[in-house]
């Protein structure tokens, strides 16, 4: 019950020590070779803030091998690290439609990809995200056809990808969110954000508070990474 009245963090990630313990107890024994590799190689990547982290990477690899997609979409390729564990967790003849306005960085990660064995099931489209959605949605077959979205794209768009992705959607197909936290400025107030954070703050702010308010979606937020947000499509 809400009572309005701040409750006491339980712990988790309280420390840079304790995050450090999850992922060399938890996460990075488990982290398949391939992603390993692709991780180091996005490293000394001059943005490589923007892979996915690890933690979060494994929480979605866990879902992804308990629902057993077919037919997933991903927004935001970047040098593929979510790409590639999406790969190696759905089945040999499931499909990955991967959109990406930049090519060049799919690439930095494109031979980990195929020497993993997984290339096959990728479909990239070198694309803004909006027009590749549109041009997906133009062929009725695709409507309610995706098992599993993954969106890791510019914040600003993410209320108009979720409205694409819905409609692309299975009914109890997942969509994940990723970075729905904004590097914690969520819960800061406003002067006290870094004017490199504010613009995706608002958009953020205002992407979480529609999909809580969104019928068609149950949800929840795992403070993993940057935050990640996953949906299920009801109706």
């Known amino acids: 019950m809400d009572n309005g009245k701040p409750t006491e963090p339980k ?9 450090e313990y999850i992922l060399k107890t938890n996460v990075y024994p488990r982290e398949p070779e391939p ?19 690890p933690d979060a990477g494994q929480m979605i690899a866990f ?3 308990t629902i057993c997609p ?6 935001g390729v970047f040098t593929g690290y979510s790409l590639l564990l999406t790969a190696l967790s759905i089945p040999d003849d499931g499909k990955i ?6 090519r060049e960085s799919y690439e930095i990660g494109l031979p980990v990809i ?5 290339e096959h099931k990728v479909e990239f489209i070198e694309s803004m995200a909006l027009p590749a959605l549109d041009n997906l949605l133009n062929n009725s077959d695709n409507e309610g056809s995706f098992d599993f979205a993954f969106v890791d794209a510019d914040k600003s768009n993410y209320i108009n990808y979720h409205e694409r992705i819905m409609k692309l959607l299975k ?24 004017d490199e954070f504010k613009e995706g703050r608002i958009s953020t702010i205002a992407f979480n508070k529609a999909l809580a308010a969104d019928p068609r979606i149950d949800i929840f ?14 109706y």
């Open 11 to 19: 712990g988790f990630m309280q420390t840079e020590e304790l995050f």
């Open 35 to 53: 992603l390993k590799e692709l991780r180091a190689l996005t490293a000394s990547h001059p943005w490589a803030v923007m892979g996915t982290s």
């Open 63 to 65: 879902l992804l091998k």
């Open 70 to 75: 077919k037919k997933t979409i991903e927004v």
């Open 97 to 102: 439609v991967a959109i990406d306005m930049s």
């Open 114 to 118: 195929q020497k993993a064995g997984v």
């Open 171 to 194: 009914i109890n197909g997942i969509v994940a969110y990723d970075n729905t936290l904004w590097f914690g400025s969520v819960a800061k107030p406003e002067d006290l954000v870094l």
């Open 221 to 234: 937020t795992a403070p993993l990474g940057d935050g990640i947000t996953v949906c299920r499509r009801l």
